[in-house]
């Protein structure tokens, strides 16, 4: 019974090759994320969706795609991976509302681009 | 925009010792602030949240905040810690409404020696 789950936990991978994450939570919540921690542990927003609204940090490239095919999945593709791509990406989703926007977290998923 | 400041780094401290981690944000509005810990090779548990209310907010494993509005602050303490308190510490922000990614600060390493 696990929240927030992705899948896979590890990917490894060549450089130019094309790559997906899935993500699932079964928390009922209506937005998801996701976020980018680098070699340095630092965590930064890539995406936020629900079903009204995609938001997008404006400084990742467009080659990272989010995929939403119903409200408790949104996975991220990545075409023409690069090597500063390799890093861990975590997923995670809200119920925003209520006053407060707690995200819950997935495991991660490390992905090393060769 | 939103930015979180956390002033340590690195932090190493005995068993018993007594905890303080800083954490300044930046921003104007009504906020929702966080802290998560990641312990190695671990995913990211809530250790506490802020959002209205009693400043002083109570958390797991022993851990409290206190929310100062006057200094934009949202430290972190813990009166005597433990080995297993090891881990990164991440402070984090968001403005509490949509879909708001949450703003993270750089997180503090901390090492508990035994």
Redesign the interface.
Known sequence: DTAVSQTPKYLVTQMGNDKSIKCEQNLGHDTMYWYKQDSKKFLKIMFSYNNKELIINETVPNRFSPKSPDKAHLNLHINSLELGDSAVYFCASSLPGQGINEQFFGPGTRLTVL | AQSVSQHNHHVILSEAASLELGCNYSYGGTV?L?W?V?YPG?????LL?Y??GDPLVKGIKGFEAEFIKSKFSFNLRKPSVQWSDTA?Y?C?V???????????G??T?LIIQP
């Open positions: 929702n966080f998560y990641q671990q995913h990211l548990q809530l949240k959002f209205s990164e991440f984090a968001n403005s509490g409404g949509g879909a708001d990614g949450l703003t993270f750089k997180g390493h």
